[in-house]
């Protein structure tokens, strides 16, 4: 199935973490699509007759596993036939038509999410530009109309937000955390509240004890 004309993407976040995926393909383009499965965790298979050195390099960096503990695993050799349902997620970068065509349909035919690199028409599943804080991820997307567009947007979001994201998040969870063990529901927290307030640029100047007794003061005061 090619996707239609004007059908808008879905935006969502898998959790990739100790799943297999396939890259098919081993060139740069392939490196940083490989590079951001191993950071979420994926086992990684790589599928291609030779490949880029950055695409070696992730593979002989030892500090580099899935969560179940493989390795990045790259086999120097072409796609074979129907090998991509064998996946709960596949990649399509080999620049050659033909080949991610056919990756494309034994992904379609099994069920398997598909993304073709720079071929919008044969994917399932789209991936955006993605700026990353600790736990904020920050994803931008044109539904893969325009890869530059969405990283632009996605630098000029990073740059506008700025620092700190990471430790915000982990202080807010934490604050959460504790009304969870009290048996108090979190919305009884005007968070929005908290976030208008001072509490951003606290952290982002790493004012973090501060910040942390702003929402301890917050998680504590009585119910209304």
């Known amino acids: 199935m090619t996707r239609a004309p004007g059908v808008e993407v879905f935006p969502i ?10 890259v098919v393909g081993g060139g740069a383009v392939a490196a940083r699509k490989i590079a951001s ?12 007759p030779e490949v880029h050195e950055a695409v070696a390099a992730l593979a002989e ?3 580099i596993a899935a969560i179940d503990g493989e390795p990045l695993d790259v086999q120097l050799r072409p796609y074979r036939a129907g090998e991509a ?11 050659d038509p033909a080949v991610d065509r056919a990756v494309h349909h034994d992904a ?8 073709s690199a720079d071929d919008l028409d044969h994917c399932s599943a789209v991936l955006p530009a993605v700026h990353r804080d600790g736990a904020v991820s920050v994803a931008v997307s044109t539904g893969g109309t325009s ?8 630098d000029r979001l990073a740059g506008a ?3 700190g994201l990471g430790d915000l998040a982990k202080l807010l969870a934490e604050g959460r955390a504790a009304l969870q063990a009290r048996g108090r ?16 640029d606290l952290v982002a100047r790493g004012r973090i004890d501060e910040a942390r007794q702003i929402i301890h003061t917050a998680i504590n005061s009585p119910l209304q």
């Open 161 to 163: 937000l700025g620092p």
């Open 37 to 48: 499965l191993l950071r979420c965790g994926a086992s990684v298979t790589v599928v291609a």
């Open 61 to 63: 960096d030892g500090s």
């Open 108 to 115: 379609e035919a099994a069920g398997v999410w598909v993304n």
């Open 185 to 200: 529901p979190t919305s009884t927290v005007d968070w929005r509240g908290l976030l208008d307030g001072p509490l951003p």
């Open 85 to 95: 349902g064998d996946y709960r997620l596949v990649i399509a970068a080999t620049g």
């Open 147 to 154: 890869p530059a567009l969405a990283s632009w947007l996605r």
């Open 13 to 22: 976040g898998l959790v990739i973490a100790g799943r297999r995926c396939l």
